[in-house]
């Protein structure tokens, strides 16, 4: 495998950086102050894309910043799982900066200079994530990123933000103290955190119930991903304006926990150590019941952000399982399902603002009839919510074909019942909106029509995105060959 | 040859500046702080000096008045010294050009009279530092801690007089035990030379073990009052609440850390290590009240509304890390500790100042009135932030350094609780930091123009904030070059 040294990561880390201090400068003009968002979000996404050619050859572009303790740098490492995180989240903040404008400016918010400055900063931290080459370098954008957003969350400053957001706070500073707690350890034992293809933990003489408390400590840290019982900071989050949900808390941050855990169990640990005790399994298992209970506990929720924080919850559990079951369909799935659950959930999300922007309804009980007046945005839900439930053409389809595939690769039953059935879940909770929207009577005559097309275009692109990634193989070649190197990588020559 | 006597200078030269004050204020009052921060600022170029010395030569003995050691009194400076006496004559110096507008502010009047204590508690601790005389030690002690007193209780209010009465009397305490200690010890070696005393401690053990033990002990409980190790910390809170803020910045940034440097000089140099290990135990001792004083200080701190009293509190938890870091006896602990002088040092002046800075321009004390100061004072509170995120331990700054060397350390020697400790403190931390930032950032408060404190207020806080991100960065450095040989010397092996 070839090793590419550029500065590419860290101008990449750096765009961002820039534009959160352009935002400050110009925080009296808000024309120019948006116009550094959109610019950065192109520069940014251009920098990932340029680095795509090399990776999908099978290289791996590497750049050292510093080195700040002993045999301890701040160091970027771009192989192909990182730049499948990176291209989609730079991707998706685009999208979502123009949703913001629409949606921060439609109601008239106030602080906005300080929102698009943490957007920024927050961005930096999934970019950050996703190029780490080592632990230490990870830990520094992890909590990077629990910082920048907690401002966002707490963005309505009133009572219930702020303990919606206190909640917030105090889980993730918590996960940030355990994952320092296992790279200090990992540290100590092995002398280094490097990230490695099969994991960098065996052969070090780590006594197996070490090894099993580490990734114990590991998983609470990397409790972005909301696994339960770890999960309950992600309904309180969503007091958030709905474009933080939608970016942060169904790409961004939650991805960023996934993103953790992957680069945990793949590259700390490795296929061959997780398989040797049995780690592998026990997660698998372990993750399977957060995605029964929360597409449950998504069932019993009115309100609409609610019900989609708990989806988000269950589907984030998918990706982890895939890798969890160590083969390579498994891992396929569970990658795939980065992106493509990302493009759904930002639409789900965006739709949900749109609503809440032109209806000012959040309740799905009020939602009666509310297809009619907004088609197009319902249409675009209709799409997403498809895709939740693994209908065919969308692109959800894909990845949970993968992780069917796997769970048969791996010979165990009850993970392939749990996957159909949470399927039927997914199709009992998201079905009722889109029948309330579209079947009900309104109790009232509906006087809004549909979103400005700040708010719609970028909610309807996505859609169409979601869909041509199922549709057209093609399309998803992108991503799937992303995926095939990044499995490559981490399984060669093992299955 | 001027340069030779650069050891002393550090000492010498504070302590005559002293005397100069009234002096120069007798002919102009305005003219003293910039007097202050100029002398301040050359003796923390010497310091530098000596520093480049130790690394290019190794240990400097420097002989007062020629006469050789053990009977003259030895400056001594090796890595440890000359690190700890450059953190401290920096941070003074940033508190010097801090001090001007802030003691007009809340000491009208008083500046000549100020000025010449703050210098005299600069010679004491630099002496402190320096010397390699144990009696020295005591004379130097007593000279800041004098020193103390009297800044405490130039304070604004009668709590002040009170607070420093409080401080007098336990600190008296203090210095008996330490001077009981001082008195066994000569008893039974016949030497006040550190170095001297080391060689025949072992004998003198053998032939009179009980008195050592004794003077162990009363050393162990003197110093532990002076640094304000839990339960001994009673002193502090009130001290540093009441003090002026730019005290405050001073005595938590330095006095502290110093009674911090003069344990380890008496637990290391002077009682080896082996002796603490195997025949009293003391590391453990103290390993545990650390950790104790380490969850403790958070949790009180927590229950403050006082900023300033949050933020006493919150020093006698981060004392707690550093004596945690020298009681684990390893190379990994004892860097944690040791950096964590220099680094809590920045962090907690900066937070004082924050604090004088805030009363400075609003007279508010209590954090629930610190609505929507982020919008008068950004930068202040902008500073804050930085600090606190440190204080919490947020990778790359400083505070993050030593929480990872301790927590390496804290493995080292087995001790996994003490891990939990340290991550347990990281959350209380949060607690106490987060209520902070809450009211600052978060409450939509009325009005609110800029309105920023004078610019030799508001550049210390920003040098040292920025500095809390930059060394934490750039930490490689002096880890490899100084902590490194450093530790080695105090813990070889």
């Known amino acids: 495998m070839e090793t590419i040294l550029t500065i590419k990561p860290l101008i990449a880390v750096l765009v961002p950086f820039i534009c959160a201090i352009l935002i400050i400068i110009y925080s009296k003009h808000p024309n120019i102050r948006e116009g550094w968002s959109v610019g950065a979000g192109a520069v940014l996404f251009l920098i990932v894309l340029s680095m795509l050619p090399d990776i999908l050859a099978g290289s791996v572009i590497q750049y050292t910043v510093i080195e700040m303790l002993p045999n301890l740098p701040i160091k970027f490492k771009v192989d192909a799982f990182g730049e499948l995180f990176a291209l989609t989240s730079s991707f998706l903040w685009i999208f979502t900066t123009f949703y913001s404008i629409g949606y921060m400016r439609s109601l008239k918010e106030h602080a906005q200079t300080r929102y698009f400055f943490c957007f920024a900063l927050a961005i930096l931290g999934a970019i950050g994530i996703a190029f780490s080459a080592n632990l230490f370098t990870l830990f520094i954008f992890y909590e990077i990123l629990t910082v920048s957003t907690y401002p966002l969350v707490v963005h309505n400053e009133t009572p219930e933000a702020m303990s919606g957001a206190r909640k917030y706070m105090l889980y993730l500073m918590t996960a940030g103290v355990f994952l320092f707690f296992s790279v200090v350890a990992v540290y100590y034992y092995t002398g280094t955190t490097d990230f490695a293809f099969n994991g960098f933990l065996d052969g070090h003489g780590i006594p197996v119930i070490m090894l099993k408390l580490l990734f114990i400590t590991f998983m609470i840290g990397s409790a972005k991903a909301a696994f339960m019982p770890l999960h309950s900071w992600l309904p309180s989050a969503m007091v958030a304006p709905t474009p933080v949900s939608a970016l942060l808390h169904a790409v961004a941050v939650v991805k960023a926990g996934v993103f953790t855990a992957t680069r945990v169990i793949l590259y700390v640990f490795g296929v061959d150590l997780m398989g040797e005790t049995g780690l592998g399994l026990m997660m698998a298992y372990f993750v399977c019941f957060t995605i029964i209970m929360a597409s449950i506990y998504a069932m019993t929720h009115d309100n609409l952000k609610k019900r989609l924080a708990y989806s988000t919850i269950s589907q984030l559990s998918y990706i982890v399982l895939g890798v969890s079951m160590l083969t390579s369909s498994g891992i396929t799935g569970g990658m795939l399902h980065i992106p493509y659950h990302a493009f759904m959930k930002i639409t789900l999300f965006m739709c949900a603002g749109a609503i809440i922007v032109t209806a000012k309804i959040e309740n799905i009980s009020e939602m009666n009839g509310i297809g009619r007046k907004m088609p197009i945005t319902m249409l675009a839900f209709t799409v997403g919510a498809l895709g939740m439930a693994g209908f065919p053409p969308v692109s959800g389809f894909v990845s949970k074909w993968y992780l069917l595939l796997g769970s048969v690769e791996m010979n165990q039953l009850p993970i392939l019942i749990m996957l159909l059935g949470s399927a039927l879940l997914n199709v009992g909770y998201f079905f009722p909106v889109i029948y309330v929207a579209f079947f009900k009577k309104p109790e009232k005559e509906l006087n809004f029509g549909e979103a400005s097309p700040f708010l719609l275009v970028p909610l309807v692109l996505t859609a169409i995105i979601s869909l041509i990634l199922g549709i057209w193989p093609d399309a998803s070649y992108l991503f799937l060959e992303l995926v095939k190197v990044a499995v490559q990588n981490v399984t060669s020559g093992v299955i | ?493």
């Open chain 2, 1 to 493: 040859m001027i340069y030779d006597d650069f050891p002393a200078l550090i000492v010498l030269l504070p302590l005559f500046a002293a005397f100069t004050v009234p002096i120069i204020g007798y002919f102009s009052k305005k003219s003293v702080p910039y007097f202050v921060s100029l002398a301040t600022f050359i003796t923390f170029i010497i310091s530098i000096f000596n520093l480049q010395t130790v690394m290019s030569s190794g240990t400097i003995s420097y002989t007062m008045g020629g006469w050789e050691p053990p009977w003259g009194i030895e400056y001594r400076i090796d890595y440890l010294s000359a690190f700890v006496s450059i953190v401290v004559i920096f941070l003074i110096f940033i508190v010097s050009i801090y001090s001007r507008k802030s003691i007009e502010n809340e000491l009208p009047g008083k500046t000549v009279p100020f000025f010449t204590i703050f210098l005299l508690l600069t010679a004491g601790l630099e002496g402190l530092i320096v010397t390699g005389d144990i009696f020295n030690v005591y004379v130097f002690l007593e000279i800041s801690s004098m020193a103390a007193y009297a800044l405490i209780a130039v304070g604004s209010n009668r709590n002040a007089l009170m607070a420093s009465l409080n401080y007098l009397i336990i600190g008296t305490v203090s210095a008996s035990f330490i001077l009981l200690g001082i008195g066994y010890l000569y008893m039974v070696t016949g030497t006040l030379n550190m170095a001297d005393m080391a060689n025949i401690l072992p004998a003198a053990f053998d032939e009179r073990p009980k008195v050592i033990l004794a003077a162990f002990a009363f050393f162990l409980v003197g110093f532990s009052i002076k640094v304000g190790l839990f339960p001994l910390h009673t002193w502090m809170p009130d001290a540093y609440s009441q003090a002026p803020s730019a005290v405050s910045a001073l005595l938590a940034s330095t006095f502290t850390k110093v009674a911090a440097y003069v344990m380890v000089r008496f637990m290391i140099t002077i009682f080896k290590p082996e002796f603490i290990i195997s025949t009293v135990n003391a590391n453990i001792i103290l390993a545990w009240l650390a950790a104790i004083a380490i969850i403790a200080g958070s949790v009180l701190a927590i229950s403050q509304t006082d900023f300033k009293r949050m933020l006493a509190y919150s020093s006698v938890s981060q004392i707690g890390y550093i004596i945690l870091g020298i009681a684990l006896l390893n190379q990994m602990a004892m860097t944690g500790g040791i950096i964590h002088i220099m680094n809590h040092g920045i962090m907690k002046a900066a937070l004082f100042m924050v604090a004088g800075a805030i009363i400075y321009k609003t007279g508010i004390r209590n954090i629930n009135d610190f609505k929507g100061l982020s919008k008068t004072m950004p930068y202040t509170s902008a500073a804050f932030t930085l600090v606190a995120l440190s204080m919490i331990g947020v990778p790359p700054t400083v505070g993050f350094v030593s929480k990872w060397y301790l927590a390496l350390g804290a493995i080292e020697a087995d001790m996994w609780v003490f891990v939990g400790v340290i991550m347990l403190s990281s959350l209380l931390n949060i607690v106490y930091f987060w209520r902070v930032f809450e009211n600052m950032y978060f409450y939509r408060a009325e009005g609110g123009k800029v309105d920023e404190v004078p610019l030799s207020m508001l550049l210390p806080i920003l040098i040292l904030a920025a500095l809390t991100f930059l060394l934490g960065l750039l930490a490689l450095y002096p880890l490899k070059e100084i902590m490194a040989p450093m530790v080695q010397i105090l813990l070889p092996g």
